[in-house]
């Protein structure tokens, strides 16, 4: 009798384990299965991006000033520094 209570006692160790990694292996494999599934519909239904003729992004400065100088002063201080 003590020969079949551990005949039994390792068939059901061994059930249970095989049933923990067949559940693991299953829900790595959805895992996998909803990621693609995911990357295949970002693929084939990509979001709509706005035009570009009424939504213009403003460019941001994060530092300094902004100065708006016209060409001209810009060569004429090239020149007097030239001559100095």
């Known amino acids: ?6 005949l039994l006692w390792t068939i059901a160790i061994l059930v249970i384990g095989s049933f923990t990694i067949i559940f ?14 995911y990357g295949l519909y970002r693929h084939y239904f990509p ?14 400065y994060t530092f300094g000033e902004v ?3 016209k060409s001209e002063v810009i060569h004429e ?3 007097i520094k030239k001559i100095n």
């Open 1 to 6: 009798m003590p020969k079949l209570n551990k």
């Open 24 to 37: 693991s292996f299953s829900i790595l494999v959805i895992g996998a299965v909803m990621v693609t599934l």
């Open 47 to 60: 979001k709509k991006r706005k035009s570009t003729l009424y939504h213009t992004k403003t460019q941001m």
């Open 67 to 69: 100065v708006d100088v």
């Open 77 to 79: 201080t090239i020149d």
